[in-house]
């Protein structure tokens, strides 16, 4: 097969498996196009790759701090849930600046589509493991997958219609993601210290805690944003659309501090300072998708890895289609645009041609946009944050738990007071064995993230299950590329670089701007653009059947 591949040019070839490029190969699987799809990895997903234990200790030292060893049980802990103390060491070691290493500007970003660049999208990995790991519960590494860019996905999102229209959703499944909790006391029963953030007319006067006044006000505003983008309402907050949604809630609804961190804590913000433009988007959002797909929920995560499975799907689609996709196969790149072709050599040293080359942007921009993330498997499946709190919802597979700016204990340096967000899975992810959670914890990179990350850890766990252990942890950072797509010009052959994935908590629909325009690129004039993504079921496929 291999020397078949250089016999004819392709229409184009596909570089990784990230998220854009296989929703690209899954548009293009009903075109009739030739489609080579590779990736240098021996996984799916690229950024959004869900990772086995082994996978990820290879990830981490391919990722980590220059000049950081790292082997799994580098630092020890107590069998306690306070093991901060490694991971904080390690970040110290790396003595970092999370703004300046290896960021470039657009033009330099750019001139990465003429060569096989090495990313620096992640970095600053380390990773720990509980010194009596395996006999605390820790399984073989093939039992986890975790997420290295987990995002929910509003019920209204275009992705899920796209993947319906598609009918790629047959073949995934997904969880719902149930309540958004905050870390204080409003909502909470006596003496602890996670709230059920209220979104609802019924959960607000369920809330026992909430002064009857203040239930007034918070239905208020709800009411208020529900229809906050009509002719009505436009006036109400438009001449303050830059100001702070914070100040907004005060000004315009009188709301306390507790009921303003509920409402900042919908819209996932990892700065605290979102205006009220965006703020009201975000909630409008999270509101109006409560019910669309069942009650008791507004967004969805699908099984076995999030983002990556929908990955896969699209993968396999492409090659259904009659495309051929290859793992494990990195590229260099021979020849730009002699004749309107791009050569290619796989690393078995067979040559490829195409006229349109699709790959990822590897660089970071220049900006201070960076994000750290810790990923901790516990032995408990945590189960008082799973409960559902509507009739007849659906058991939640992901939680969202908020810690508001200034929540945490306050030993840390200035400027280190930004909000953190927690992601509970439980097993029926299908990231971790029964009896068992995996915890994404997110907050803005500063050189004191990995201590504060911890901090959030335990201070979740002492709230939720105190006993629990901590089996492993995995730390890193992560920046962004130029958010446009950069395509560029190679003597009549064409070079287009797909954005690395947004830093954000939920699946941002703009990044799907950018796979229409490739296809479009791939197809040229040969269709229209509202066929994009709609397909008809195959021949003798039903609604049960899966496309492959």
């Known amino acids: 097969m291999m020397d078949s591949l250089s016999e004819e040019t392709w229409d184009t070839i596909i570089c990784g498996t990230g998220l854009s490029q296989s929703l690209l190969a899954l548009a293009l699987s009903r075109s009739k196009k030739r489609v080579l799809h590779l990736d240098a990895n021996d996984f799916y997903g690229e950024h959004e790759a869900a990772l086995t234990l082994q996978e990820a200790e290879v990830w981490s030292r391919t990722h980590a701090s220059p000049g950081i060893t790292q082997p799994l049980d580098h630092k020890p802990t107590s069998s306690s849930n306070d093991s901060s103390k490694g991971i904080a060491e390690a970040g110290d070691a790396a003595n970092h600046n999370p703004e300046e290493p290896g960021s470039v500007d657009k033009e330099e970003a750019a001139s990465g589509a003429s060569s096989v660049t090495e990313s620096n999208i992640f970095r600053n990995a380390y990773q720990w493991k509980h010194p009596n790991a395996e006999a605390q519960g820790l399984s073989f590494p093939r039992a986890y997958s975790l997420?290295?860019?987990?995002?929910?996905?509003?019920?209204?999102?275009?992705?899920?219609?796209?993947?319906?229209?598609?009918?790629?959703?047959?073949?995934v499944e997904f969880l719902a993601v149930g309540s958004f909790f905050v870390y204080g006391t409003v909502g909470a029963v006596?003496?602890?210290?996670?709230?059920?953030?209220?979104?609802?007319?019924?959960?607000?006067?369920?809330?026992?805690?909430?002064?009857?006044?203040?239930?007034?006000?918070?239905?208020?505003?709800?009411?208020?944003?529900i229809d906050y983008d009509s002719d009505e309402q436009k006036p109400l907050w438009q001449e303050k659309a830059t100001k702070p949604l914070s100040e907004y809630l005060v000004d315009e609804f009188k709301l306390d501090e507790n009921l303003r961190n509920c409402i900042l804590a919908l819209t996932l913000t990892l700065d605290g300072k979102v205006t009220v433009k965006d703020g009201l988007a975000t909630v409008h959002r999270h509101l109006t998708s409560i019910g669309l797909f069942g009650p008791g929920f507004c967004a969805v995560y699908p099984k076995w890895g999030g983002l990556s499975e929908i990955a896969q799907v699209g993968c396999r689609?492409?090659?259904?289609?009659g495309g051929i996709y290859m793992l494990d196969t990195p590229v260099s790149i021979q020849n730009l645009g002699s004749g309107g072709e791009i050569s290619l050599k796989l690393s078995n040293e067979v040559s490829v041609r195409t006229r349109t080359l699709i790959s990822s942007q590897q660089v970071c921009y220049s900006?201070?946009?960076t994000i750290a993330r810790l990923v901790a498997v516990i032995d408990s499946p945590l189960p008082s944050l799973f409960e559902t709190s509507t009739e007849g919802a659906p058991t939640p597979a992901v939680v969202v738990v908020a810690f508001p700016s200034d929540s945490l204990p306050t030993n840390f340096q200035p400027g280190s007071d930004t909000p953190v967000y927690a992601f509970v899975h439980s097993s029926d992810t299908g990231e971790c064995?029964?009896?068992?959670?995996?915890?994404y914890l997110t907050v803005q990179a500063t050189t004191q993230s990995s201590h504060i990350l911890d901090v959030a850890l335990n201070a979740l766990l002492q709230a939720a299950t105190p006993t629990a252990v901590i089996l492993y942890k995995l730390y890193y950072e992560q920046a962004i590329s130029a958010r446009q797509a950069l395509v560029t010009s190679?003597?009549?052959?064409?070079?287009?670089?797909?954005?690395?994935?947004?830093l954000g908590l939920a699946f941002e629909d703009?990044?799907?701007?950018?796979?229409?325009e490739a296809w479009k690129l791939v197809m040229k004039n040969e269709i229209l653009d509202d066929e994009f993504m709609k397909f008809e079921d195959r021949e003798g496929m039903?609604?049960?059947d899966d496309d492959d």
């Open 510 to 516: 703009d990044s799907l701007d950018a796979v229409k």
């Open 147 to 171: 997420a290295l860019a987990p995002q929910i996905i509003h019920t209204k999102s275009k992705l899920l219609s796209q993947l319906v229209s598609s009918k790629a959703y047959r073949q």
């Open 490 to 502: 190679q003597g009549g052959a064409t070079v287009l670089e797909f954005p690395s994935p947004s």
């Open 317 to 321: 689609a492409g090659a259904v289609g």
């Open 367 to 369: 900006t201070p946009q």
């Open 433 to 439: 064995p029964s009896g068992q959670s995996v915890i």
């Open 190 to 225: 006596p003496g602890a210290t996670l709230a059920r953030i209220p979104s609802s007319r019924e959960d607000v006067f369920a809330a026992q805690s909430i002064p009857a006044r203040s239930k007034r006000t918070l239905m208020k505003f709800l009411k208020f944003v």
């Open 542 to 544: 039903g609604d049960d």
